[in-house]
């Protein structure tokens, strides 16, 4: 039975980042991802003057309650967007001038729904270029706090950048949510914000965040369960078994509800105290799915749906178009580079299979999701090759190294 050890989280370690930065005391994550999206975030809390020390397995964060220790700083946030995102909001909390900057494929991500409400709430931030989208300099006087209104329909991410900047305000925050997608990423931030010692009540569409600060603490990082989606579709593709330990029933990760998708197409699945076991069945049905909020597993899905019996409609998924690149655009590309009829719509994209698909290049849009899913395409079908198979390096710089051994077990 292949047991793969899945790096720690993504969106955990960044959250956990900004936590220990903001918390009174010592922090040490245990099992962080080292990628190129959180060394890019930790790179940029050594630039805002945050002590970062980083061993292979733990990484030791001194909290700065009261902001960055630098007055000034140019901080690049390559191609994060976590890091983006959740670290000038970070710096608003302090008082000093901050520039920050980032990849290309980052600039055109978009982050105005963010930075108005930063600015409602007396923020004084820039754009320097393109409203809405990096570079942007945040001159800070710390934050108030109060009443805020916000539309998290694109990107849960500027809810949670706002709710973890809640308790360094001086008054709290009230964060009124006229529009949420990927609520399970919403209860990641949290359950992480709960061990730092902070409690967030809800009331109805309503966020309510007590002042007061954080606790420091010592946090183990959990596997990433979207990462782990491409190594459990290799078991449902390939009539094989897999499983990943350190998740399972109590995991924060809401895309291990990927397994329930795999469940419905006839895998058979075991979740466990402390891991889940996905075995493929030789079968794969057809389905229609509202992947809204386990979204980021949408091209694991696409990937293998031309194994299916019959159609595969994923639906609500029009925050996809918007991620690293426009996946939805991108699976279906690919899919029809494979020989597959997919067809498209706003929020929505419908896989038809047919005959074998045939091997090509994919292009990868520099997306590692899109790159990881149709790795798992390859078990079955063989020819195929990417544009750009580096770019996994933003969540799993030995994706490819992993993958081919559990492709030598199944």
């Given at each position: 039975?292949?047991?793969?050890?899945?790096?720690?989280s993504?969106?955990?370690?960044?959250?956990?980042?900004?936590?220990?930065?903001?918390?009174?005391?010592?922090?040490?994550?245990?099992?962080?991802?080292?990628?190129?999206?959180?060394?890019?975030?930790?790179?940029?809390?050594?630039?805002?003057?945050y002590?970062?020390?980083?061993?292979?397995?733990?990484?030791?964060?001194?909290?700065?309650?009261?902001?960055?220790?630098?007055?000034?700083?140019d901080?690049?946030?390559?191609?994060?967007?976590?890091?983006?995102?959740?670290?000038?909001?970070?710096?608003?909390?302090?008082?000093?001038?901050?520039r920050?900057?980032?990849s290309?494929?980052?600039?055109?991500?978009?982050?105005?729904?963010?930075?108005?409400?930063?600015?409602?709430?007396?923020?004084?931030?820039?754009?320097?270029?393109?409203?809405?989208?990096?570079?942007?300099?945040?001159?800070?006087?710390?934050?108030?706090?109060?009443?805020?209104?916000?539309?998290?329909?694109?990107?849960?991410?500027?809810?949670?950048?706002?709710?973890l900047?809640?308790?360094?305000?001086?008054q709290?925050?009230?964060?009124?949510?006229?529009?949420?997608?990927?609520?399970?990423?919403?209860?990641?931030?949290?359950?992480?914000?709960?061990?730092?010692?902070?409690?967030?009540?809800?009331?109805?569409?309503?966020?309510?965040v007590?002042?007061?600060?954080?606790r420091?603490?010592?946090?183990?990082?959990?596997?990433?369960?979207?990462?782990?989606?491409?190594?459990?579709?290799?078991?449902?593709?390939?009539?094989?078994?897999?499983?990943v330990?350190?998740?399972?029933?109590?995991?924060?990760?809401?895309?291990?509800?990927?397994?329930?998708?795999l469940?419905?197409?006839?895998a058979?699945?075991?979740?466990?105290?402390?891991?889940?076991?996905?075995r493929?069945?030789?079968?794969l049905?057809?389905?229609?799915?509202?992947?809204?909020?386990?979204?980021?597993?949408?091209?694991?899905?696409?990937a293998i749906?031309?194994?299916?019996?019959g159609?595969?409609?994923?639906?609500?998924?029009?925050?996809?178009?918007?991620?690293?690149?426009?996946?939805?655009e991108?699976?279906?590309?690919?899919?029809?580079?494979?020989?597959?009829?997919?067809?498209?719509?706003p929020?929505?994209?419908?896989?038809?299979?047919?005959?074998?698909?045939?091997?090509?290049?994919?292009?990868?849009?520099?997306?590692?999701?899109?790159?990881?899913?149709?790795?798992?395409?390859?078990?079955?079908?063989?020819?195929?090759?990417?544009?750009?198979?580096?770019?996994?390096?933003?969540?799993?710089?030995?994706?490819?190294?992993?993958?081919?051994?559990?492709?030598?077990?199944?």
């Amino acid at each position: 039975m292949p047991v793969v050890d899945i790096p720690g989280s993504k969106s955990i370690t960044a959250r956990a980042l900004f936590l220990a930065a903001a918390a009174d005391g010592v922090t040490t994550l245990v099992r962080p991802l080292r990628s190129d999206d959180t060394e890019g975030f930790a790179e940029g809390l050594l630039s805002l003057g945050y002590r970062v020390g980083r061993t292979p397995d733990s990484w030791q964060v001194d909290g700065r309650p009261q902001g960055p220790a630098a007055a000034e700083a140019d901080v690049y946030c390559r191609d994060g967007a976590t890091t983006a995102r959740f670290l000038p909001t970070l710096a608003a909390a302090g008082h000093g001038t901050y520039r920050f900057d980032a990849s290309e494929q980052m600039r055109r991500r978009p982050l105005l729904p963010l930075t108005r409400a930063l600015r409602e709430l007396g923020v004084d931030l820039r754009h320097e270029e393109k409203e809405g989208h990096h570079p942007l300099t945040v001159t800070a006087k710390g934050v108030v706090g109060g009443e805020v209104t916000l539309d998290a329909g694109q990107s849960s991410q500027y809810l949670t950048a706002l709710l973890l900047l809640g308790p360094l305000t001086e008054q709290g925050l009230r964060i009124h949510v006229t529009d949420l997608v990927s609520v399970p990423y919403v209860e990641i931030t949290l359950a992480m914000m709960r061990a730092f010692g902070v409690e967030v009540s809800r009331e109805g569409n309503d966020f309510v965040v007590p002042p007061g600060g954080y606790r420091a603490t010592t946090y183990p990082i959990e596997p990433d369960a979207s990462t782990a989606s491409y190594f459990f579709a290799a078991a449902a593709v390939s009539g094989g078994e897999v499983t990943v330990p350190g998740l399972g029933e109590g995991a924060l990760q809401g895309d291990l509800g990927f397994v329930e998708v795999l469940r419905r197409m006839g895998a058979e699945v075991e979740i466990g105290a402390d891991r889940t076991t996905v075995r493929g069945t030789g079968e794969l049905r057809g389905l229609t799915v509202n992947m809204r909020d386990i979204s980021d597993t949408m091209p694991t899905l696409a990937a293998i749906a031309p194994f299916a019996s019959g159609p595969v409609r994923i639906e609500d998924v029009a925050n996809t178009r918007v991620k690293e690149c426009d996946r939805l655009e991108a699976c279906a590309e690919n899919l029809r580079r494979l020989g597959v009829r997919v067809e498209t719509g706003p929020d929505w994209i419908e896989i038809h299979p047919g005959a074998m698909p045939k091997g090509t290049e994919i292009k990868s849009y520099g997306d590692h999701r899109i790159v990881m899913s149709f790795a798992v395409t390859g078990l079955r079908v063989p020819g195929i090759s990417f544009d750009d198979p580096g770019c996994v390096r933003k969540t799993f710089p030995g994706f490819h190294e992993e993958f081919g051994a559990l492709r030598a077990r199944l």
